[in-house]
């Protein structure tokens, strides 16, 4: 079965802290994991990604940790701030097709000062 | 350069009207696609397309929906005979090809039916 579930649904964070979002798959046959950010009125932004064959990935404050066996995989937001305030996606592309991305439900982050 | 612009960026109909939502994607981007986001859910797959042909229609809820597109630029969706259940922001994205990564997301529509 194709699907992504993601947890938390809402995380309240402090400024300065790390926020952490999972997201678990059952399906094997994904081989491309993005997280995408998305304000309110604006469609999701692509923030990073990573492949099945790469454990971690990290660009700035956020990094992909993967877990191949347990098929899980998480975002981490180190030192949050305010402007991280936004729902986050977790995606899984169907392998062998069209880019076809299944989404998480999402999860809602505050980041307060 | 622009990104992916939807229009229009509200509609709210009656139901039992059809409903048209527009998707321009970035220019020179041969893949396109489109998602349906119900409140506060993640984004559901509908359709895409390479070009002008869409060789996967199975993410469609029902046969009320359709959608088109002209050459590799703009693309309309069509909502039939609407119901409240389709009620939610339709989303529109391109990529380079079916074999980039990225998808590029417009800002959506979101529809409203009574």
């Not at chain 1, 994904?30 to 998305?38: A, E, I, K, L």
């Not at chain 1, 604006?42 to 790469?54: N, T």
């Amino acid at each position: 079965q194709q699907q992504v579930k993601q947890s938390p649904q809402s995380l309240i964070v402090q400024k300065g802290g790390i926020s952490i979002i999972n997201c678990a798959y059952e399906n094997t046959a994904f081989d491309y994991f993005p997280w995408y950010q998305q304000f309110p009125g604006k469609g999701p932004a692509l923030l990073i990604a990573i492949r099945p064959d790469v454990s971690e990935k990290k660009e700035g404050r956020f990094t992909i940790s993967f877990n191949k066996s347990a098929k899980q995989f998480s975002l981490h937001i180190m030192d949050s701030q305010p402007g991280d305030s936004a729902t986050y996606f977790c995606a899984a592309r169907v392998s062998g097709g069209y880019n076809k991305l299944i989404f998480g439900a999402g999860t809602r982050l505050a980041v307060h000062p | 350069g622009a990104g992916v612009s939807q229009s229009p960026s509200n509609k709210v109909t009656e139901k039992g009207k059809d409903v048209e939502l527009r998707c321009d994607p970035i220019s020179g981007h041969t893949a396109l696609y489109w998602y349906r986001q119900r409140l506060g859910q993640g984004l559901e797959f509908l359709i895409y397309f390479q070009g002008n042909s869409a060789p996967d229609k199975s993410g469609l809820p029902s046969d009320r929906f359709s959608a088109e597109r002209t050459g590799e630029s703009v693309s309309t969706l069509t909502i039939q005979r609407t119901q409240q259940e389709d009620s939610a922001v339709y989303l529109c994205a391109s990529s380079l090809g079916l074999a980039r990564d990225e998808q590029f997301f417009g800002p959506g529509t979101r529809l409203t039916v009574l």
